[in-house]
């Protein structure tokens, strides 16, 4: 059974702040430090400040960070910045893309976002509806909430689990998706889609609160304290199973953060004697529908860090002895071109490899070679991981692997770069392979490899069959924002 309960938030005080856009920021983990500066000179109270606080003089490792982000919350709280909710509500979200009316601001966040679409494009507009609230973290034994198996990155749960530690709190939430169970009834699609059709009317009306991103994607947010529509609400979803398509770091930070305040308990025990009160219990998730017209997928960039200084001649030696590797180009069309070409044989796992002097080319399986590594190899006649998605993570791991190995012969990378190699590799979504171009001027890289789009349906059915999904080969749009609801967890 999904539970998805309404909290008391703690929200920005506007008659403090001024305009909510100026305090709101990114939910996303990879933030350029000049998009991460820019938004700390917005405002002295931006959401930055706790996200993702800045590396200053005399840090030494992320606790120092952490506690500066708690420093930052405790502040706010006690000088009425923040305010906190009179009442347990939901959050009804909508996020609406506009592609003609995108802004153009020449600023480090609309370039980090890597979303700004051409002005030409007539495409009509996409809403997403959310609902905000608190998503109960089941038993180890249940699955009523699932994540998507990706690989998640061990650097970014270990930051988030120290930033929950050191505030008890959640600064944004992760994204749910609601999806129809194995054993649904008959009238379960059509409670999904009647929850949030009732609980969108419930707000009609009502003021939301709204800010205008980078990007031209117009957030709104409505509180709902109505408990009728609130019920109403909850009944209709709880048969569902929820997917945690974004953000996987943070919800995995908190399973393992409420392990620590919980004493030791059987399985048995545990189940009847835990409170809802128990800190932990819960994780801040934004629910949607699977199916919801104005959710999308679109491709990542992978930029290898700054160690690998290859060139395509280079990277064309070190792959094409193990891998089926073929020039596409390199004109302007070059990258768009080497994506489409990627995902014309969905039984076969491609992707898209540029280098800065533009020239595209597509890799695909393994060839049979006395240079192939064991593990490609061991994997293929392993039946438990024969599915598309888990080759390209592993066609993925092995490129990027024999990249590694080329450009350390190559170029004399010490152990303790290599060490941090995953680390350094910068990961953007994107709309189109002109763009993945210009993240490689933008952050000095010399190769990237652009991964086609995983359908939302692929991404929830890996959740709910627990198959692996490479956290690079998708990107759920749009966009969540972060500072629009705090929650306290302790």
């Avoid at 008659?15 to 305090?23: F, N």
């Avoid at 007539?122 to 990706?150: F, Y």
């Avoid at 929850?195 to 990007?215: H, K, R, S, W, Y």
């Avoid at 890289?445 to 198959?467: D, T």
Wanted: charged share 25%; aromatic share 6%; hydrophobic share 40%.
């Amino acid at each position: 059974m999904v539970q998805l309960v309404p909290f008391a938030a703690w929200r920005y005080d506007l008659s403090q702040v001024g305009d909510l856009s100026d305090v709101v920021a990114p939910s996303a983990f990879s933030l350029s430090e000049e998009a991460q500066e820019e938004l700390y000179q917005r405002h002295p109270c931006n959401a930055v400040r706790v996200v993702r606080n800045r590396e200053e003089p005399g840090d030494s490792s992320e606790h120092d960070r952490c506690r500066r982000a708690d420093d930052f919350f405790r502040l706010w709280k006690r000088e009425g910045i923040l305010l906190h909710e009179h009442e347990a509500t939901f959050y009804v979200y909508q996020l609406t893309i506009t592609p003609s009316t995108a802004l153009s601001r020449d600023s480090a966040l609309s370039r980090d976002s890597a979303l700004s679409r051409d002005s030409g494009n007539a495409a009509e507009p996409r809403t997403l509806t959310s609902v905000i609230g608190r998503l109960r973290i089941p038993n180890e034994d249940d699955d009523d909430v699932v994540t998507v198996a990706e690989q998640i990155v061990p650097a970014e749960l270990a930051r988030q689990l120290e930033l929950l530690k050191c505030t008890g709190a959640q600064f944004s939430p992760v994204h749910a998706l609601l999806t129809d169970r194995a054993d649904w009834s008959v009238d379960q699609p059509r409670n999904l889609d009647l929850a949030f059709q009732e609980i969108t009317a419930a707000v009609q009306g009502i003021t939301p609160l709204q800010v205008c991103d980078a990007d031209g994607t117009v957030h709104r947010i409505w509180p709902l304290t109505n408990r009728d529509a609130v019920a109403r609400f909850q009944q209709r979803i709880e048969r569902c199973q929820a997917v945690i398509a974004c953000h996987a770091e943070v919800f995995s930070a908190i399973s393992q953060f409420r392990k620590t305040l919980q004493p030791a308990r059987t399985p048995r025990a545990d189940a009847v004697h835990r409170s809802d009160s128990e800190p932990g219990q819960y994780v801040m998730a934004a629910v949607s529908r699977f199916n919801d017209p104005g959710l999308e997928s679109v491709p990542q960039t992978m930029l290898l860090p700054e160690s690998v200084r290859l060139s395509s001649d280079q990277l064309t030696a070190s792959l094409s002895s193990a891998f089926q590797f073929q020039y596409v180009g390199d004109d302007e069309g070059a990258a768009d071109d080497a994506c489409q070409l990627a995902t014309l044989n969905e039984q076969q796992p491609a992707m898209a490899i540029g280098c800065r002097d533009g020239k595209w080319f597509v890799v695909s399986k393994l060839t049979r070679t006395s240079d192939e590594t064991d593990r490609p190899e061991t994997a293929e006649k392993n039946p438990e991981i024969r599915e598309q998605l888990q080759q390209k993570q592993l066609l993925a791991r092995a490129v990027i692997e024999l990249i590694t190995a080329t450009a350390k012969t190559s170029a004399g990378i010490s152990e303790a770069v290599l060490e941090t190699f995953d680390e350094n590799i910068v990961t953007q979504f994107v709309t189109g392979g002109i763009q993945a171009k210009e993240l490689l001027n933008r952050y000095n890289r010399n190769v990237a490899i652009l991964l086609p789009a995983v359908s939302v349906a692929e991404i929830v059915r890996c959740g709910q069959q627990n198959q692996p999904l490479s956290p690079a080969s998708y990107a759920l749009m749009p966009p969540l924002l972060a500072g629009l609801v705090y929650d306290s967890l302790l």
